[in-house]
């Protein structure tokens, strides 16, 4: 059995209810069950595509039945929920996977007990060893070598094992957890990993009831549990936001929630957090397969060949608008984690992910929870440090540094930790004068930062345990089990949460911001077009929505809103970026006059003065072309990139004494395959034959463009040879004899 081919019918089934296309789920159901063990599951489809076809016959004939709306939203439950144990009943038997290795030893040892269901906290295999525990009065913290700390660590396996691999919870995990969070017996970091068995749970397996737990969690209000509460909660109604509409309770509840302002601010941390997470990755994926091919296949010839874009270092000020700078404060005011994020370096996979990447190999990170435990100096493996010789008598001040630092997370604490008992003497001597400083600086740190912002010791935790999620689900042995939910666009901002749970507008404003800051221009746009009917004389809103087309090459789009922005407030920058959009679209005289107008406004502007100058070059106006070009030749007299479209425009007039001259010039630089190419024309328009083959050769074997590409340049140019005098019949023949010396 295909596990992969289970998991994705499963997605397509919810994604088609979620649409409302009940009978075409219904066949995908009906496939799935195919595959399972339990006959009581084809049963129970049976009954529902009767209960549906009953409906559907009512509903045509104009029965009216005012428990219509209920039946259908109870079948649509109904139909998840049986999708959901089938998924569960096919992976369970075919996927070999460690998840369903550990439930299988956890029913067999259910059965030695004498028990097959678990229907009340007492039918818990482990809830002798639990009322043992509960029973202490006193020693709670007991010798981690003595007996009742060992049954303890037993004890607290067992837990979070069976929080995680329970399907659907009922009175005994309610009971549990009540105990587990009212008995003072449990410390917060076993409750933080019960936690985190919740939230695995949920994903593995809807039920609403679990986000109730985490919701109680949350309110409860034991901090670094309450944090990882509400993420795991976040991140499981962004998974399931298809759904979310269907459990009104679950959505009542988080409304009511949604009317606290700590509530609120709480979720847009987590919000934002987890959408940092995917920076790196989706960047670097962005720049490498869409834009940087989108750039060369776009890109005019000409300016190929002459490297226009490059002959002037980047316009700081022509990029983005240096208008939008007291935007970003005003961003930065409401979204104060993004400045407060970067300078606490918790950026996450794209700082830290690679460093520690391969020190996840230890045998600590085989035990599945262990990916989850929040580091604290109590922990047996910052005990095994005290048998260092080195390490040892500092060992305290080591683990009170590492349990502080807001600068890494949880499981990286820990691999650091477990790979210092392998450096050298000096290296370990190294290691512990930093930590101490380190532990001096966050001292002040942290008392500075409590009076300035009350939510500091939020974030920080949200911070370091997403990062342990998303390490678990890029790094762990048991990551192939799991849906990665850090992956795609993680658009947490279009669920049906978030809506409920924030303060739309002002939360969609920053976090556009946001986007926009870090170039996730898609993003950004939509946010920003949700803007656009609240503010419609907002010019710097029309300008960022332009700017974001721009980037992501829709010169129509960004043409489009660049001329409502320049309506608004008319400036040379934008004026400027019209001009690069009319050009970009091959509308060269529109663009070369917005130019114009721009250089009135910045008559010294030498960047303004080059794009003219681009703009005469494209309409073969070659005279007024270097016109400007020598404006920037004198502006920037070392410069010597401008001389290569110097050197283009004598060759292209005709003055081909000034091109070589201009072409010698440029030669003190590298030149490229393109400079080649012209040099090779300028000798064949000479009549110099031999030489101009010389040339072409060494564009060809400069290595930066394919015979192929070579064609095309050439077939480009033809017809400008021509012009310039060229026999059109010796062009074959001089490229035959160019192919056949290439060998």
Not at 721 to 742: A, E, K, T
Request: aromatic letters at 12%; charged letters at 30%.
């Amino acid at each position: 059995m295909d596990s992969t081919k289970i998991i994705q019918q499963h997605k397509r089934l919810g994604n088609l209810v979620s649409e409302k296309k009940i009978k075409q789920s219904l066949d995908i159901l009906a496939d799935m069950l195919s595959s399972v063990s339990s006959g009581d599951l084809r049963d129970e489809y049976e009954n529902i595509v009767m209960t549906y076809r009953n409906m559907v016959t009512y509903t045509i004939e104009g029965i009216e039945d005012p428990k219509r709306n209920k039946i259908y939203l109870k079948l649509i439950q109904s139909i998840l929920n049986l999708s959901d144990r089938a998924r569960q009943d096919i992976l369970s038997h075919y996927s070999g996977w460690h998840t369903y290795w550990v439930k299988q030893q956890a029913e067999k040892e259910m059965k030695l007990t004498g028990k097959t269901i678990v229907e009340t906290v007492d039918d818990l295999m482990f809830k002798s060893e639990l009322d043992e525990w509960l029973k202490l009065t006193n020693e709670i913290n007991p010798n981690p070598a003595s007996e009742i700390a060992i049954k303890h660590k037993h004890l607290i396996r067992n837990i979070f094992n069976h929080l995680w691999l329970t399907d659907y919870y009922g009175e005994a995990e309610t009971s549990l957890l009540n105990i587990i969070m009212t008995s003072g017996k449990f410390r917060w970091h076993e409750s933080s990993i019960f936690t985190s068995a919740i939230t695995l749970s949920s994903l593995r397996t809807w039920q609403p009831e679990k986000l109730h737990h985490l919701l109680d969690i949350y309110e409860s209000h034991q901090q670094q549990v309450m944090e990882r509460a509400l993420s795991g909660l976040i991140l499981n109604l962004h998974y399931y936001n298809s759904r979310l509409k269907l459990y009104p309770d679950l959505t009542g509840r988080i409304t009511n929630l949604s009317s606290d302002g700590s509530f609120r601010e709480h979720c847009r941390i987590i919000v934002l957090q987890t959408i940092r997470s995917r920076e790196t990755e989706s960047l670097s994926k962005k720049l490498h397969d869409e834009i940087l091919p989108q750039v060369e296949k776009l890109r005019p010839r000409i300016e190929e060949k002459l490297d226009l874009e490059n002959i002037l270092p980047k316009d700081k000020n022509d990029e983005k608008n240096p208008d939008w700078s007291e935007m970003f404060s005003d961003s930065e005011a409401i979204f104060k984690t993004m400045e407060e994020l970067t300078k606490l370096q918790m950026e996450g996979a794209d700082v830290y992910m690679s460093a520690f990447s391969n020190l996840k190999h230890f045998d600590f990170f085989k035990d599945f929870q262990n990916w989850f435990v929040p580091f604290y100096p109590d922990h047996d493996t910052v005990n095994e440090i005290y048998l260092d010789e080195i390490l040892g008598p500092a060992t305290n001040d080591l683990a009170e540094a590492l349990y502080k630092t807001p600068f890494i997370c949880n499981s990286d604490k820990y691999s650091l930790l477990l790979n210092l008992k392998y450096l050298p003497s000096t290296q370990k001597s190294m290691m512990l004068k930093v930590f101490r400083m380190e532990l001096e600086g966050l001292q002040q740190l942290e008392e500075d930062s409590i009076l300035t912002d009350p939510y500091k010791s939020f974030r920080t935790n949200v911070t370091q345990y997403l990062q342990d999620i998303y390490r678990f689900f890029k790094l762990s042995p048991y990551k192939k089990e799991f849906e990665d939910i850090f992956t795609g666009k993680l658009d947490i901002y279009n669920s049906e949460f978030f809506r409920m749970s924030t303060d739309s507008a002002e939360s969609e404003a920053g976090l556009a911001d946001y986007f926009f800051s870090k170039n996730f221009y898609d993003d950004a746009v939509q946010l920003f077009m949700r803007q656009v009917n609240n503010k419609p004389d907002d010019a710097q809103l029309y300008e960022k929505i332009a700017y974001c087309h721009q980037e992501n090459r829709e010169w129509e789009e960004a043409l489009k809103y660049y001329r409502r922005a320049e309506i608004i407030d008319r400036k040379a920058w934008t004026i400027k970026k019209i001009g690069l959009c009319l050009r970009r679209t091959g509308k060269y005289e529109e663009a070369l006059e917005n130019y114009l107008q721009a250089s009135g406004m910045e008559p010294d502007n030498i960047h303004t003065i080059i794009m003219i100058a681009h703009c005469y070059l494209d309409l073969r106006e070659y005279e007024k072309a270097l016109k400007y070009y020598f404006r920037v030749e004198y502006g920037d007299p070392g410069n010597l990139k401008v001389l290569r479209p110097i050197a283009y425009c004598y060759f292209a007039l005709g003055r081909f004494d000034d091109s070589e001259k201009y072409y010698e010039r440029l030669s003190a630089s590298k030149l490229n395959a393109h400079d080649h190419i012209n040099n090779g024309h300028l000798a064949l328009c000479r009549g110099k034959k031999k030489e101009a083959v010389d040339f072409y050769r060494q564009s060809l074997m400069s290595g930066e463009l394919t015979k192929e590409q070579f064609m095309s340049v050439f077939s480009e140019d033809r017809a400008l040879l021509i012009s310039l005098g060229v026999n059109p019949d010796d062009l074959p023949i001089l490229l035959d004899y160019l192919l056949f010396n290439m060998g």
